[in-house]
């Protein structure tokens, strides 16, 4: 079946480091990726997608590449702030009903 | 645009006792998916309405019921509350492109507590 691997956290990160959160895809054909992120007491929030493969969504400083060859969708920002901090799911989409997401990841920014 | 919106934030149940919860979608949007949030579990799918149809379902038991109403709203209910239910209960709502979902945009969620 289809299923999200994300990397375990808790990421602690000073402001302003690179973020690298890793993800990883099990899916038949070629599901639609997402990322979506949690912040304390919400609900999701979707931060950005890729429907095909090679394509980067982007969004907040935000970016991820949909790489078929590697089955992964790795989420990045260049410099990360204390806002940042959050819960970062990925996510797929196939078969077009519901998403299958990963274990989240969360994130916390340290000024 | 109104985001998605569920009723109640907050609840607070005793073992046994039945709930239901509520889900209205952005305008315009005809599918609304249930989600359950634990810390142990995380997101698991419960199920998704399309045009007042049960369209899939996921690996919870009887207990979870849920239907969609013509203007789209949807409600769920669980019965006979266990302590494990205690979870954020999402809801998520979408449009169709063909014959597929596009994103899903998630509402805050219901917060419910089996005492």
């Known amino acids: 079946g289809n299923s999200v691997t994300q990397m375990e956290g808790p990421v602690t990160l000073s402001e302003e480091a690179f973020l690298t959160i890793n993800c990883t895809y099990t899916a038949t054909g070629y599901p639609s990726l997402f990322w979506y992120v949690q912040y304390p007491g919400e609900g999701l929030q979707l931060l950005l997608k890729?429907?095909?493969?090679?394509d980067k969504g982007s969004n907040k400083g935000f970016e991820a590449t949909y790489r078929k060859e590697t089955t992964s969708f790795h989420l990045e920002k260049g410099s990360v702030q204390v806002s940042d901090s959050a819960v970062y799911f990925c996510a797929l989409i196939h078969s077009g009903y519901a998403l299958n997401f990963g274990k989240g990841t969360s994130l916390l920014v340290t000024p | 645009k109104a985001g998605v919106t569920q009723t109640p934030r907050y609840l607070i149940k005793t073992r046994g006792q039945q709930v239901t919860l509520s889900c209205s979608p952005i305008?315009?949007?005809?599918?609304v998916s249930w989600y359950q949030q634990t810390p142990g579990q995380g997101l698991q799918f419960l199920f998704e309405?399309?045009?007042?149809?049960?369209?899939n379902k996921g690996n919870f038991p009887g207990r979870f019921s849920g239907r969609q109403f013509s203007n789209s709203r949807s409600e769920m209910n669980v019965s006979t509350l266990e302590l494990g239910d205690s979870a954020l209960y999402l809801c998520?709502?979408?449009?169709?492109?063909?014959?597929?979902?596009?994103?899903?945009?998630f509402g805050q969620g219901t917060r419910l507590t089996v005492v």
């Open positions: 309405y399309f045009s007042e149809t049960q369209r």
């Open positions: 998520a709502s979408s449009s169709i492109q063909g014959a597929v979902n596009t994103e899903a945009f």
């Open positions: 305008s315009g949007h005809r599918s």
């Open positions: 890729a429907t095909k493969a090679d």
